[in-house]
């Protein structure tokens, strides 16, 4: 649908809507057009008051199966090599935190990431020295986002490794990280002091760790999730920590990335003798599932090409496109970014940068449109996506 057309068909979007959800429509007129409606009315008993069927958020199709169910747990993949995930499944859980992996040696482990916060850094940490006996003595992080790299303060005795894009966007980062951990489920017990460390050694291209017996070839694979990320390969064992390069089961988080770029590199990986990936987010996988993912942002692309050319806006596509079986995925609202991010790249003006303000204007968009259909229940927050401005 044309942007002429579609403002013409929005009627009155905050029909059915409370205030609060209004206010995260982002628009003053919306506002004013539901200041009669009580605040705090939950949008489903709003919706049997108005005969608006309320649907998950965004809605799921029951055509397609929903994401499985997977431990938070240590799991040793062969001698001397681990994952471990964040526990996840259904449909609002387990996007947030990644996973990590380890590799330990004779004398020091190796952490591959090191979480979002206090309490994923030392779950993994006390995992890791139940198992082995020892403390860290390396941590590589395979790029900047906070959910790799804000555990870097638990990892005292470890030299921290990166590309230098993540060391730069780490440095850029330090300035307005928060001082404290303030207690949050999850992530914080206690409120405790907060820094980020960034990495103090970086490699451009690969670098091959020789722990023990195990040969880790540290490989740069960006741009894709971001210009700096490194993947871990171990041929031995053919396993790959793919760090954020992998979504699995979890909408893929393009905020920072060039996608067709990404797509290239999910392609390569395909001709490495892998038989066992651990993605950044979802559960333990392989090629499989990494096609999968890739798959994610081909259906995405073509069914947002389709509209760009239309010359309709990203919020706007966004707010038609059904992805199928991907519909289904954890964290469904990144189709928006992931749309704005595919449109940045086809229009020149794609940055390394997050481009805050599109994926803003996009959600606003989207919701714009979805109330004006009714479907208030595929309405998102606006404080949702901001708090996916914290990169993952
Ligand atoms: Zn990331």
Known sequence: ??????????????????????????????????AALAGGVGVAKLAAQGGVQATPVPATDPRYPMPPSWNRELRQLAPNVYAYTQGGGGRASGAGVSNTGMIAGSDFLMAIDATQG????????????????????RLINTHHHGDHVNGNQFFPHAEILSHP????????????TPKMWNPTPGMADVAEER?????????????????????????????????????????Q??????????????????????????L???????????????PGHGPIGGKKELAEMAEYFKVLGVEARKRYDAKMTAG???????????????????????????????DGSLTPDYNAAAVNEATKEYNQIKAGA???????????????????
Not at 237 to 249: N, S, T
Not at 264 to 278: E, H, L, P, Q, T
Request: glycine share 10%.
């Open 1 to 34: 649908m044309a942007k002429q057309e579609r403002s013409e068909k929005q009627g009155n979007p905050a029909a059915g809507l409370s205030r609060r959800e209004a206010i995260h429509l982002g628009a003053g007129a919306l506002v004013g057009a539901t």
């Open 118 to 137: 206090p309490l994923p850094a030392k779950g993994f940490i006390a995992a890791a020295k139940q198992a082995t006996g020892k403390d860290f003595g």
């Open 165 to 176: 894009y993540c060391r730069t966007e780490c440095l850029k980062a330090v300035a307005t």
């Open 195 to 235: 820094k980020l460390v960034p990495p103090s050694v970086t490699f451009k291209d690969d670098l091959i760790y020789f722990i023990g017996g195990t040969e880790v070839q540290f490989r740069w694979v960006g741009p894709a999730h971001t210009w700096g990320d490194v993947v871990a390969y171990l041929p």
């Open 237 to 262: 064992y053919k396993i790959l920590f793919a760090g954020d390069v992998g979504f699995f089961w979890v909408a893929p988080y393009a905020n920072n990335s060039h996608i067709s770029k990404w």
């Open 264 to 278: 290239d590199v999910c392609n390569v990986i395909a001709g490495w003798d892998v038989d066992v990936i651990v």
């Open 316 to 346: 706007a596509a966004s707010a038609e496109i059904r992805l199928g079986r991907f519909d289904n995925w954890i964290g469904p609202e990144r189709l928006i970014m992931d749309t704005v991010r595919w449109y940045a790249e086809w």
């Open 374 to 392: 009714k479907k208030v229940g595929e309405i998102i927050p606006l404080s949702r996506m901001a708090a996916m401005a914290i990169p993952v």
